[in-house]
């Protein structure tokens, strides 16, 4: 393991400075840049569904320096945990249509860990939920452009329209 | 536009209820309407000697009653009797499931189980439902009826999630599964609750059947209509014998019917249906919530993990130990997948 590199047999994981980290596979031969970006905007729904504001901000991980450490180095295993606040606003507005002004700290740690002998990259992420009215996700381009996925499910893997 | 039968119609009213055990609220209160509710469930068994109610496709509701009873220290071997003797005279429905997950959220095995303990517990109240009781699931799996199928279920009613071509669109339909099983399905088009609650408004009684009769028949494949007599939570059954019995309709036969009778009847009349394929998850008709699988995500992981830790490790370790001639424990299922 090299500064904010962590590597096996299978796999070469850089970490960037904002937090998201960059994959080499090394048996399929192909880079997956920027993985495990944080991505969040409002969410002006009920409890069964999500719906986004009039007005939406969204804020990212992209200018974010994060804070990286290793955790644990071994021959078996290594450990990285990569902090980050972002500032998100509150809530929503009382109307509902807008994300308030008032920002607060929106703490995300991810503990990232690579085994020796293993190509699954296992992450261990915590949040403080902090705000309110929101919908937070990690994004993981995969680069593949495909107009369908498979997916897992009970006794069968479906075939499924990305836009369904 | 659609093709008409000629003659009689056949309404077929199936009284129910939709018991959301923990939805809009948790055990702690839906089970203390259990008592109530029963009490109210018997008095119209024993007024009408001919009525019949369906249980919500789980045996969980009649398990939670008795529970209830010991709770407030009653007497439940006469109830206990009672219950069994309805379920026995086919006058009250009970399974075929042990409860009503969302079968997008539970493992495949969870799937299983709930069939195989819904079985085990309905033969012991005297007999179980042997149709698919999907009334408000928010979609469906691609598997459903090969797993029902494999339990010898004769057809299945469902809403949400089923999507077709309009104008051609029906009521009833094939549904295969990725193996090809199939089999015949009741899309509940107007909804679990369209003839809710007939007796309450005697003077709208006729003609609510007639305007309803009217709306979902032309999308009928057979001379046969659904008319759902129940909602979420019904308290008390229906009480719309009395007058119906007192109407005339010039063209429409309107009886009181059980989901068995009504698979039959559409079977009977052998019509031609569209086959629709593998999972459904279209909201064009009427909303599947996808948003909702994503909910409460602490409870969908805790969820996951006991599944795995029931499936992967406890049941695999209980046959070591069976096959060691200790014990093995064959029950591993959450009541609150419900």
Known sequence: MEENIIENQYLQIKINKKGSINIWDKVNKCEYKDLNIITDGADAGDEYNYSFPENDIIITSENIKA??????????????????????????????????????????????????????????TVVKNTVKDHRLRVLFPTGIDTKYSFAGTQFDVTNSSKHN | MFKKVSGIINAHIISHTHWDREWFLNIKYTNEWLIPFFDSLFKMLEKESNYRFVLDGQTLIVEDYFDQLKRQGKNSGQYKRKLKQYVREGRLLVGPYYLQPDWQLVSGESLIRNLL?????????????????????????????????????????????????????????????????????IYLLSSYRNAMRLGEYKEIMKERIENEVRKIYPFATTPNVLLMNGYDQEMTPDDFLPELNKLFFPDIQVKQSTPEEYIEAIKKSSPKLRVLKGSLYSGRF???FPGILSARMYLKCMNDTCQ?????????????????????????IFTNQN
Do not use: C
Not at chain 1, 89 to 115: A, H, M
């Open chain 2, 117 to 185: 303990i819904g079985y085990k517990i309905g033969e012991k109240l005297g007999g179980l439902m042997k149709v698919g009781w999907l009334l408000d699931n928010f979609g469906q799996i691609s598997q459903t009826v090969q797993i029902h199928k494999k339990f010898n279920i004769k057809g299945l009613f469902l809403w949400r999630g089923v999507e077709m071509e309009s104008p051609r669109i029906n009521s009833e339909f094939l549904w295969e599964s990725p193996d090809g099983t199939r089999l015949t399905s």
């Open chain 2, 286 to 288: 009427i909303s599947v």
């Open chain 1, 67 to 124: 804070e990286i450490e290793v955790v644990e180095k071994s021959f078996l295993k290594a450990v990285v945990k990569i902090s980050l606040i972002l500032q998100l606003p509150e809530s929503l507005t009382d109307d509902r249509k807008n994300r308030s002004k008032k920002l607060r700290d929106f703490p995300i740690i991810n503990w990232i860990s690579l085994e020796a002998e293993s190509p699954i990259i296992n992450f261990r």
């Open chain 2, 308 to 332: 795995r830790k029931l499936e992967k490790y406890a049941e695999p370790l209980s046959v070591i130990s069976w096959l060691n001639g200790g014990k093995y424990n064959r029950e591993p």
